[in-house]
């Protein structure tokens, strides 16, 4: 963002300044804010942060990691630098300047694409955000805009966008890395009780559904089934990567491994019958004395 005539740098008390509404980004009291207090304790700010003036005080756009770490020192005013723009503009300022952070969380990007998108809209850009997540042949549009910046495809911008439409419990897995993008986007189609039921089973059986579990559970809903009894049968499945595999690679020591032997023993299982062969050998050998 240039420097413009109807910008001023100041110190503002903190007090003075408001959060965004619906700010898409977490701020976390973890080890990289702890850092970043002690930084502006020794150096203060490098950059200041960016406001709005509203309502008599002052509205956050671009720093409320830099407002909670002046408020974590005990710093009571920070510089800013004040602007004059629009609710849609400072929606544009705010999401643009966190895009570039190392670490963005499914959840931040979901709610930030969206604004993003939405403030767009209105400015009279062109922006769907009612296409689905599959690919599309639409002339360029500003989610394909958008995704050029933020090295995203079109369809995975809309594909954030869906997650928006997750029960907190579920986008929490996302944000975990326990349910992959494509597994979340067809939850997202749920209704929110089956998104419930659907976390219940997740609870119960300790595993997340697979993006083909997912995909059935998504039919049975467009088909009018999808039930709790539908959702718990899906879950109880074994997948692949779930089942445990056999210590020995060697498909000729497995074949004589009874399949009544779960992986976990089987080592033990062979080693009783290589002991048992030993000391049949043992007799064998005293017999022949």
Do not use: W
Request: charged share 35%.
């Amino acid at each position: 963002m240039g420097e413009k005539q109807n910008e001023v740098v100041k110190e503002i008390h903190l007090s003075d300044i408001s959060s965004f509404p619906d700010h898409p980004y977490q701020v976390r009291d973890d080890d990289s804010m702890n850092e970043l207090v002690e930084s502006v304790k020794e150096r203060g700010l490098i950059q200041p942060v960016i406001v709005r003036p509203i309502d008599g005080g002052y509205e956050m756009v671009s720093g409320h990691r830099r407002k909670r770490a002046y408020e974590l020192a005990g710093i009571e005013k920070i510089p800013a630098r004040v602007c004059e723009m629009t609710k849609d503009e400072a929606i544009l300022a705010m999401v643009d300047s966190n895009l570039q952070r190392e670490q963005i969380l499914p959840s931040e990007k979901a709610k930030a694409f969206k604004m993003r998108l939405e403030a767009m809209k209105r400015q009279g850009q062109r922006s769907d955000l009612t296409l689905s997540p599959v690919a599309t042949k639409l002339p360029v549009d500003s989610a394909k805009e958008l995704g050029s910046q933020v090295g995203e495809s079109r369809d995975q911008i809309f594909r954030y966008i869906r997650l928006n439409e997750l029960i907190p419990d579920i986008l929490n897995l996302v944000d975990e890395g326990k349910i992959a993008m494509r597994p979340a986007v067809e939850i997202s189609y749920f209704p929110k009780e089956s998104q419930h039921q659907l976390f219940d089973a997740i609870e119960l059986n300790d595993c997340t559904p697979s993006h083909d579990q997912t995909i059935r559970m998504r039919k049975a809903f467009n088909d009018g089934r999808l039930t709790k009894e539908v959702i718990d049968t899906i879950m109880l499945e074994e997948k692949p990567n779930q089942r445990e595999k056999s210590p020995f690679r060697d498909s000729r020591i497995v074949q004589f491994i009874p399949k009544s032997i779960p992986p976990e023993k089987q080592c033990d299982y062979v080693l009783r019958a290589l002991d048992f062969y030993n000391k049949y050998r043992q007799r064998k050998r005293e017999q022949a004395r």
